[in-house]
């Protein structure tokens, strides 16, 4: 067992803690720690993350089911959109060089930082609890590209459909962040299987020290979104990703 594959559980409880509070998956951090600290291939780093992901989404997903703050129904419609850009995203995966990866993925979370500080994303309980699937599905192309983004970077789509569902469908903060984590859980899910049957590996020391880390932060999560300052994990969040952006986009050349 590689002598730095322990430092997988404390940073896994520090993503999945981040990631199930505001409403993410935490492969916007995922990718960088494995790609640049640890310097594991684009394609074992993105089926590692995506499993590292389905543990902590699965943990928060649990978390927020206990509390009924779920739709089930807008779970499994987004998933139906996300199939076909999941698939793409897997095989660019596969055919992309990792200069260019690197370079794709410094740029989105870039985009990322961008979209949380343009958009406010209000943690209070005005919104509707169930989302209309009529009007969801006007937004079904958004989601499928965001998809895209989801195989091939192991990015979740949760940083893009939280302010959709809360701006877009009306919903409750609480409601769209729970709905987003059991999403993004179904997308890593699907993502794991197109990527296994494409011949990835995984880098199975990594995952026995990360998935105890990422089932501990995706239970502190949803506690903490309770009594959350907004203001400053965002701050704190849209910094991170501004620094992680801009050493990806220099590391690529």
Not at 158 to 185: D, F, Y
Request: glycine share 12%; net charge positive.
């Amino acid at each position: 067992m590689p002598l730095d594959s322990w430092s997988a559980f404390p940073v896994g409880i520090l993503i999945a803690t981040v990631s199930s509070t505001v409403g993410i998956g935490g492969g916007i951090f995922w990718m960088p720690f494995l790609m640049l600290v640890l310097h594991i291939s684009p394609g074992t780093a993105v089926l590692t993350s995506l499993l590292i992901q389905t543990a902590g989404m699965g943990s928060g997903t649990i978390a927020y089911w206990r509390k009924s703050s779920i739709d089930g129904r807008l779970v499994l419609l987004l998933l139906v959109f996300t199939l076909p850009g999941i698939a793409v995203g897997a095989w660019l995966t596969r055919n992309m060089s990792p200069p260019h990866i690197q370079l794709l993925l410094g740029l989105l979370t870039l985009v990322t930082a961008l979209v949380f500080v343009s958009v406010h994303q209000a943690y209070d309980d005005s919104g509707k609890a169930r989302a209309e699937p009529k009007r969801a599905v006007r937004y079904g192309w958004a989601v499928s590209g965001m998809a895209v983004a989801s195989g091939m970077l192991s990015v979740s789509i949760g940083e893009w459909i939280v302010p959709l569902m809360r701006h877009k469908l009306g919903m409750r903060m609480a409601v769209a962040v729970a709905t987003s984590i059991a999403t993004i859980l179904g997308t890593c899910i699907i993502g794991v299987g197109f990527h296994f049957a494409m011949g990835a590996r995984v880098d199975g020391a990594l995952l026995m020290w990360a998935v105890p880390g990422v089932l501990i932060g995706g239970q502190i999560g949803p506690k903490i979104a309770l009594r959350i300052n907004e203001r400053v994990l965002k701050e704190i969040f849209i910094f991170l990703l501004t620094l992680i952006g801009i050493h990806l986009i220099y590391n690529s050349y």
